[in-house]
């Protein structure tokens, strides 16, 4: 079992960027996919973007271009860089990792875009 923490989330207005970080209860290098998913009150969790071990990147099209996400190993952080943000974009945020081929998840964090 790994526990995920995120952080990051808040307020911000239309346009502007947030940084949201996921820090594993265990060396990042041993969990294998990781990624982001967000989800609003009534509706299913989405997935947002995922980052695998070594590296490479995948985005919804909703956020190409707006986000980026990526690995710290040095720091065993997870990250999503959120810039242009829209109020669609307003939901908690979760972290998500594939740890011996189980999926563990984090509290989540809110995000909100609003002005």
């Known amino acids: 079992q790994v526990q995920l923490v995120e952080s990051g989330g808040g307020l911000v207005q239309p346009g502007g960027s947030l940084r949201l970080s996921c820090a594993p209860s265990?060396?990042?290098?041993?969990?294998?996919?990781m990624g982001w998913y967000r989800q609003t009150p009534g509706r299913q969790r989405e997935w947002v973007a995922s980052?695998?071990?070594?590296?490479?990147?995948n985005y919804a099209d909703f956020v190409k271009g707006r986000f980026t996400i990526w690995r710290d190993n040095a720091n065993s952080r997870m990250y999503l860089q959120m810039n242009n943000l829209e109020p669609e974009d307003t939901a908690v945020y979760y972290c998500?990792?594939?740890?011996?081929?189980?999926?563990?998840w984090g509290q989540g964090t809110q995000v909100t875009v609003s002005s």
């Open positions: 980052v695998v071990s070594g590296g490479a990147t």
């Open positions: 265990r060396d990042i290098a041993v969990i294998r996919g």
């Open positions: 998500k990792g594939n740890y011996r081929s189980r999926d563990c």
